[in-house]
């Protein structure tokens, strides 16, 4: 049996959805491999590169910023699973000129991604916010402060639903950052420095997170039973109306993402980073069919 270090650098259902579901089913066993699942969320970049990765989006950042030679073998989704959730009395992205935000920091991918949306909206993120910078993930802080009122808003990923949370407290959800920005961001990358993209290791990690897409997908009740995991807060019917919201309809079926929305999706981030669009998506995303 073949064995490979798998990291992610996220919490919550964006990341890691398709690998606990990969898991779960026996998909890694079934394909040969056995797959030590990493926690790189605090990794510097050198220890994540000797490890397949999940983490697009910080593949992408690192690819343009560092030179990285990162490539994804795998998409998940196109519709970044992150949501900016507000305080009563406020209805829309520009309510947030002067406000309090909780957010990711800029240079991370989900604070680019943020940054993106902010300013699709009219909104410098450095002027007219008044941004506090958190870990990746403190999502439980972020829901104490914005009942005690010491920020506004909050910029939170799908370690919850946010829908349901904004139900229970009176709270607003301004937009989801897949409505207003599309990149293909989780799935499966590696540096070929380290890892060739043909080593049999990886190609069994691609071929399971593809049959857990296909669950995704055809198994509505089993993929909900293991978000449910993820979404400890919520009950049944929540989590299923967020899978049926926000999971089922854009997470891929087969690994493949549109290319021509990895340009577009590529040439904005470059452009927010302040570097050159250095990649192409076909160049990126290497997502051609596996080996058996």
């Known amino acids: 049996m073949h064995t490979i270090d798998l990291a992610y650098v996220g919490r919550g259902l964006h990341e890691e959805l398709a690998a606990y579901i990969a898991d779960q089913q026996d998909f890694y066993a079934d394909e040969g491999v056995h797959v030590a699942l990493r926690d790189g969320c605090t990794w510097d970049d050198e220890r994540l590169r000797r490890c397949a990765t999940i983490g697009l989006g910080r593949a992408l950042l690192s690819r343009l ?25 406020l209805t829309s992205l520009s309510d947030l000129a002067g406000r309090r935000l909780a957010v990711h920091a800029p240079h991370t991918a989900p604070g680019v991604f943020a940054r993106i949306v902010l300013r699709k909206a009219g909104l410098d993120p450095d002027r007219d916010v008044k941004t506090i910078v958190r870990s990746p993930g403190d999502y439980g802080m972020d ?8 920020i506004d808003a909050a910029y939170v990923g799908s370690t919850m639903a946010p829908e349901a949370v904004a139900a229970e407290h009176g709270w607003q959800v301004l937009a989801w950052v897949g409505d207003h920005f599309q990149i293909p961001t989780v799935g499966v990358a590696v540096d ?22 296909q669950v995704i997908h055809d198994d509505p009740d089993t993929t909900v039973r293991h978000m449910q995991t993820f979404l400890g807060g919520q009950t049944a019917q929540e989590a299923r109306a967020h899978y ?3 999971i089922a309809p854009y ?4 690994g493949q993402p549109d290319l021509t929305i990895g340009d577009e999706a590529i040439a904005a981030v470059a ?18 069919t596996t080996a058996p």
């Open 271 to 288: 452009a927010e980073l302040g570097v050159p669009a250095g990649v192409t998506a076909a160049e990126f995303y290497r997502t051609g």
């Open 251 to 254: 997470f891929t079926t087969d």
């Open 244 to 246: 049926d919201a926000f």
């Open 143 to 150: 829901l104490r402060r914005l009942n005690d009122g010491s």
């Open 192 to 213: 070929p420095t380290y890892i060739s993209p043909d080593d049999p290791a990886v190609q069994a990690v691609v071929r399971a997170h593809r049959r857990a897409l």
């Open 65 to 89: 910023t560092n030179g990285t030679p990162w490539v994804a073998l795998s998409v998940n989704t196109q519709r970044p699973l992150f949501w900016f959730l507000a305080r009563p009395g």
